[in-house]
């Protein structure tokens, strides 16, 4: 009859870890099988398990959140804000360039909205898979501008606080500068990109009340549709900047 010899360095990979989350819960099972069990020292481990699976979570989603850095790109800013002529990016292009990226390494974002006394509360909360979470909240008062309600003056203090919350979560920069190959890391078309850019300085354009407003909104979309290279997108508003305003200098 042979013997076989396993050597040392053998043995020790040969013997499985037991993880210490299951051998926690398998005292705890016990403990709770006994009658005679000590209802504090039974707390105790329970507190004791829980702590360590929240640091299990914490960190997965440290490693996730260090993983998904790397791949979040600079926002362009494809808007133009009417009342100050800068260009921004908005919530909607934030949300379709990084949702796809938070998915592939188990995030997600969700938001609550609080109306307080002259003030809206935005709180942001990010979710991993694993159960970390963590949030941070930006209080602002109510966007009341030119020809806003009140509930449209909520719902764009709103958008705003989501925007700058969500960019705070996340670690999200935006830019003047566009990166074709990231904004279009998720599969979006970057012509339907341009043109929704165009679009919506149209609807400024549109929307300007003064000669003044008109100017500034044109420098801030000039920059837009040069940083994206748009040449028939910066004609169709040049005409139309144009005939807005001949339209408000012929206005009495």
Not at 50 to 58: D, I
Request: hydrophobic fraction near 40%.
């Amino acid at each position: 009859m042979s013997t076989e010899i396993i050597m040392p360095e053998q043995r020790r990979q040969a013997v499985v870890p037991i993880s210490t989350d299951n051998s926690i819960m398998a005292v705890i099972s016990r403990a709770a099988a006994d009658p005679s069990c000590d209802i504090e020292k039974m707390e105790r481990l329970l507190a004791m398990h829980e702590r360590m699976q929240a640091k299990t979570a914490e960190a997965a989603f440290n490693a996730g959140m260090a993983q998904m850095q790397c791949e979040i790109p600079t926002v362009f800013e494809a808007a133009v804000n009417l009342h100050t002529g800068n260009a921004y990016a908005t919530l909607d292009d934030i949300t379709r360039i990084i949702k796809p990226i938070m998915q592939r390494h188990g995030f997600a974002i969700t938001f609550k909205v609080e109306n307080l006394e002259k003030a809206i509360s935005v709180t942001g909360i990010l979710m991993h898979r694993d159960g970390h979470r963590e949030q941070t909240t930006m209080t602002l008062p109510a966007d009341i501008g030119k020809g806003r309600n009140e509930v449209q003056a909520v719902g764009s203090s709103t958008t705003y606080g989501k925007r700058y919350v969500m960019c705070a979560l996340l670690n999200i920069t935006t830019s003047e500068t566009r990166d074709d190959d990231a904004q279009t890391a998720d599969g979006s078309d970057t012509d339907d990109m341009r043109a929704q850019v165009v679009e919506d300085i149209l609807e400024r354009v549109g929307q300007v009340t003064s000669p003044d407003e008109l100017k500034d909104v044109w420098q801030a979309a000039l920059k837009v549709l040069q940083a994206s290279g748009d040449k028939t997108g910066y004609d169709t508003v040049k005409i139309a900047v144009t005939k807005r305003k001949e339209t408000l200098e012929a206005k009495p």
